[in-house]
């Protein structure tokens, strides 16, 4: 059963315009949501997360809104950049669960075009 | 180091036989974390540990899995009697604790069962 889930293998945009990822979650007792940057060779690396008390959090290019009762969040980049070709995953957390194991969905591959 | 040590980065074993993966967390981290990334699959949790409490063993896919954590530092994780299905990018993260999900992940091993 995959508690999170994005259902989009990979998404291809032109460089300038906006670059939307999408996730949704299951589980109610979700209440931590991050995006994770993975580069070929690489592991991922951190990007931007939100809590569950709020909607929407910016972090310069990227935006992640959260709609709970949808059970979905997105990440917006914008301007995107081809520096932004990588896998990106969404992960989701229980902070009143006895640990910060963290769920991922399967990635999606976000290609920029110049 | 500044960062998770993953090795080897690369491993090709025959079926049947034994490996070893081995993971440096952050220095000061006390909450390591093994991952699992198969083809076309998200991150799959295995086991995690925080300090000197009981590991969180609840990912493992089977007994052939096992893991230790000598002197709350190094991770190693054992894979006995390779089978196939166990190829996979094994993904190593630490973090600062419990409710920390700041998780800093090591680059990876490939494992490629023959």
């Known amino acids: 059963d995959q508690q999170v889930k994005q259902n989009s293998p990979s998404l291809s945009v032109q460089e300038g315009r906006i670059s939307i990822l999408n996730c949704d979650y299951t589980?109610?007792?979700?209440?931590?949501f991050l995006w994770y940057k993975k580069y070929p060779a690489e592991g991922p690396t951190f990007l931007i997360s939100?809590?569950?008390?709020?909607d929407k959090n910016e972090d310069g290019r990227f935006t992640v809104f959260l709609n709970k009762s949808a059970k979905h969040l997105s990440l917006h980049i914008v301007p995107s950049q081809p520096g932004d070709s990588a896998v990106y995953f969404c992960?989701?957390?229980?902070?009143?669960?006895?640990?910060?194991?963290?769920?991922f969905g399967k990635g999606i591959t976000l290609s920029v075009r110049p | 180091g500044a960062g998770v040590s993953q090795s080897p980065s690369n491993k090709v074993t025959e079926k049947g036989k034994d490996v070893e993966l081995r993971c440096d967390p952050i220095s000061g981290h006390t909450a390591l974390y093994w991952y699992r990334q198969s083809l076309g699959q998200g991150l799959e949790f295995l086991i995690y540990f925080q300090g000197n409490s009981a590991p969180d063993k609840s990912g493992l896919p089977s007994d052939r899995f096992s893991a230790e954590r000598t002197g709350g530092s190094v991770s190693t994780l054992t894979i006995q009697r390779t089978q196939q299905e166990d190829s996979a990018v094994y993904l190593c993260a630490s973090s600062l604790g419990v409710l920390s999900y700041g998780y800093t992940f090591g680059s990876g091993t490939r494992l490629t069962v023959v």
């Open positions: 939100i809590s569950s008390i709020k």
């Open positions: 589980n109610s007792m979700f209440d931590y």
């Open positions: 992960a989701a957390g229980d902070r009143g669960g006895a640990n910060s194991k963290l769920t």
